[in-house]
Antibody
Framework: QVQLVESGGGVVQPGRSLRLSCAAS????????MHWVRQAPGKGLEWIAF????????WYADSVEGRFTISRDISKNTLYLQMNSLRPEDTAVYFC????????????WGQGTLVTVSS | QSALTQPASVSGSPGQSITISCSGS?????????VSWYQQHPGKAPKLMIS???NRPSGVSNRFSGSKSGNTASLTISGLQAEDEADYYC??????????FGGGTKLTVL
């Protein structure tokens, strides 16, 4: 069955960096695009980044453009989110999700990892 | 990249039907069939309930249905059950090659 497991969250000071990982299993990782979606405490979902199945296309929300980088390692079946210049408003649970090529939905989600940006 | 507009809350009694609206623009909801709905219980990951405006993924109850008219999509839940109490989010692909979510709707089953 499809499994997505995020890791790498934690407490980080403003201005510092953090890298999140999302380990994928149960499907052919190299055949699917992937998303990162975040949710600030008590708030709604916010889409932040997408990477195509082959890594050739990367799209970002304005709120993270230039600070965050999405990437993938096919050999490790792992998705990454490199987060630089972190701000307190980046505090959120970060979810990875699989992209459904046919209907552009996020058809499977991980359980999320919490990132807290605080001094 | 403004969020899609959803009502903050809706409620209904067991057995009743409710509808949640999701308003966008011609650059997102109105311009594509790539509209999805997600259910999220507290502390859990979102779950895909409807994709492509009205398609139900395997395993999702047929009590859930979706539709779209112009720039507004809707999610209808019929025969409300206690387990349906959750937050619901719509989402759409956009003309900027991004995705946008609605602000979320809290469904209370009375």
């Amino acid at each position: 069955q499809v499994q997505l497991v995020e890791s790498g969250g934690g407490v980080v000071q403003p201005g510092r960096s953090l890298r999140l990982s999302c380990a994928a299993s149960g499907f052919t990782f190299s055949g699917y695009g992937m998303h990162w979606v975040r949710q600030a405490p008590g708030k709604g979902l916010e889409w932040i980044a997408f990477i195509s199945y082959d890594g050739s296309k990367k799209w970002y929300a304005d709120s993270v453009e230039g600070r965050f980088t999405i990437s993938r390692d096919i050999s490790k079946n792992t998705l990454y989110l490199q987060m630089n210049s972190l701000r307190p408003e980046d505090t959120a649970v970060y979810f990875c999700a699989r992209h459904n090529t046919g209907d552009y939905s996020c058809d499977y989600w991980g359980q999320g990892t919490l990132v807290t940006v605080s001094s | 990249q403004s969020a899609l507009t959803q009502p903050a809350s809706v409620s209904g009694s067991p057995g009743q039907s409710i509808t949640i609206s999701c308003s966008g623009s011609s650059s997102d909801v109105g311009g594509y069939t790539y509209v999805s709905w997600y259910q999220q219980h507290p502390g859990k990951a979102p779950k895909l309930m409807i994709s492509d405006v009205s398609n139900r993924p395997s395993g999702v109850s047929n009590r859930f249905s979706g539709s779209k008219s112009g720039n507004t999509a809707s999610l209808t839940i019929s025969g409300l059950q206690a387990e349906d109490e959750a937050d619901y989010y719509c989402s759409s692909y956009t003309s900027s090659s991004t995705w946008v979510f609605g602000g979320g709707t809290k469904l209370t089953v009375l």
